[in-house]
């Protein structure tokens, strides 16, 4: 039985997918992270994000976070879903869900995942303003 | 030798590609590629930092690069 679910898609990613993987009789919970296209950034406003990804890779770097919470925290499975392509605001361009057999570990790997996958996993994006565009983190 | 440049993000806007082949003159490391590179595309200075993954693993600049390799250009990643 397979306990690691990543993917990487240009359609719309489903909260009850990653729930439906994760859940089991044998756990007592489930952290779900979702992450939202927020509508501004440092107080300008964000008319859409555009994410792009180096898919092999970054499948294998969002496989060997699934492999490395499940080794180093007490959890019974981890799904990471990732979208690319443009998204508006309040669309979902990723989600984490992680099941344990008590909380701790569930909210510990879920956020030890989403916090390396922000440092390591080769996807970018480019902010969309009404007078522009930009590269997140990528300018000096 | 042959490698394969990968750009990606503001690289790709950047050097104006996703990919091409390149021949490497110097000696096989990584650092010797980047001294390359910086020299053929300095607009790549343009960029805050980035870090190189050959054959979809992250590199060090130590790393000796092979024929047909594939070299990707990896600016600071910003998922999530």
């Given amino acids: 039985m397979k306990?690691?679910?990543v993917l990487i898609t240009s359609k719309k990613l489903n909260t009850q997918d990653c729930y439906d993987f994760v859940q089991d009789a044998s756990c007592g919970g489930i952290a779900l992270f979702v992450g939202t296209v927020r509508n501004s950034t440092k107080n300008k406003a964000v008319t859409l994000l555009d994410f792009s990804a180096y898919e092999p890779m970054a499948l294998k770097e969002m496989q060997k976070i699934a492999d490395l919470a499940l080794a180093k925290f007490q959890i019974h499975k981890i799904a990471?879903?990732?979208a690319v392509g443009e998204l508006q605001i309040g669309d979902i361009p990723v989600i984490i869900?992680?099941?344990s057999a008590h909380r701790?570990?569930?909210f510990e790997a879920c956020e030890f995942a989403i916090d390396t996958l922000k440092e390591t996993v080769p996807i970018w994006k480019k902010e969309h303003f009404k007078d522009g565009e930009v590269w997140v983190?990528?300018?000096p | 030798m042959k490698i394969k440049l990968l750009f990606f993000g503001i690289a790709t806007?950047?050097?104006g590609e996703n990919s091409i082949f390149y021949e490497l003159k110097s000696a096989a490391s990584l650092l010797n590629l980047k001294k390359e590179l910086m020299l053929n595309y300095p607009k790549l200075?343009?960029?805050k930092d980035f870090a190189i993954a050959v054959n979809e693993e992250y590199a060090e600049d130590d790393l000796v690069l092979k024929e047909n390799d594939v070299v990707a250009i990896i600016p600071p990643v910003s998922g999530g």
């Fill in chain 1, 104 to 106: 701790k570990a569930a």
């Fill in chain 1, 80 to 82: 990471i879903h990732h």
């Fill in chain 1, 137 to 139: 983190n990528s300018h």
């Fill in chain 2, 45 to 47: 200075k343009n960029i």
């Fill in chain 2, 13 to 15: 806007d950047l050097v």
């Fill in chain 1, 3 to 5: 306990n690691t679910a």
């Fill in chain 1, 97 to 99: 869900a992680v099941s």
